[in-house]
């Protein structure tokens, strides 16, 4: 079985989502806000260098962890219950790592777990882990 874990550190979590298009209503075509350009830049730079050499093959599983700094205490290890949400949260990682290769196509996904909790640490953290399942 192969599995790959990726541990970024940084100061926050990106905050653009794959929710955040924006339309041209001159000529009806999308594109991308800053804030979501700065989100995919950073992903894309941080995480191109753990691509494998060959993409996952077969069913994954993909668990990402993202920790939220906080400055009170009492939030310190509990769950973050706002905004973003979780789905909007992990597209544009997993969209990333898609471009990157990590896999073929992001449909090869079966488990997804995705966790929003607040950090022990004043950093921030996204953890990811992802397992090729036997079938």
């Known amino acids: 079985m192969k599995c790959l874990s990726i541990n970024l550190v940084m100061d926050q979590i990106p905050k653009g989502t794959a929710q955040m298009k924006r339309a041209?209503?001159?000529?009806?075509?999308?594109?991308?806000?800053?804030?979501?350009?700065?989100?995919?830049?950073?992903?894309?730079?941080?995480?191109?260098?753990?691509?494998?050499?060959?993409?996952?093959?077969?069913?994954?599983?993909?668990?990402?962890?993202?920790y939220y700094p906080v400055k009170d205490k009492r939030k310190k290890g509990q769950f973050k219950t706002s905004r973003p949400d979780c789905d909007n949260l992990v597209k544009l990682l997993l969209d990333c790592m898609t471009q990157l290769r990590f896999w073929n196509d992001d449909a090869q996904i079966a488990i997804l777990k995705i966790v929003k909790k607040y950090s022990f640490?004043?950093?921030?953290?996204?953890?990811?882990?992802?397992?090729e399942l036997c079938e």
């Open 24 to 66: 041209n209503f001159r000529n009806g075509t999308f594109f991308e806000g800053k804030d979501i350009k700065a989100a995919r830049q950073f992903y894309l730079s941080e995480i191109g260098p753990e691509a494998p050499e060959m993409p996952f093959k077969g069913p994954l599983s993909v668990s990402v962890e993202f």
């Open 121 to 131: 640490t004043y950093n921030a953290e996204i953890l990811i882990h992802v397992y």
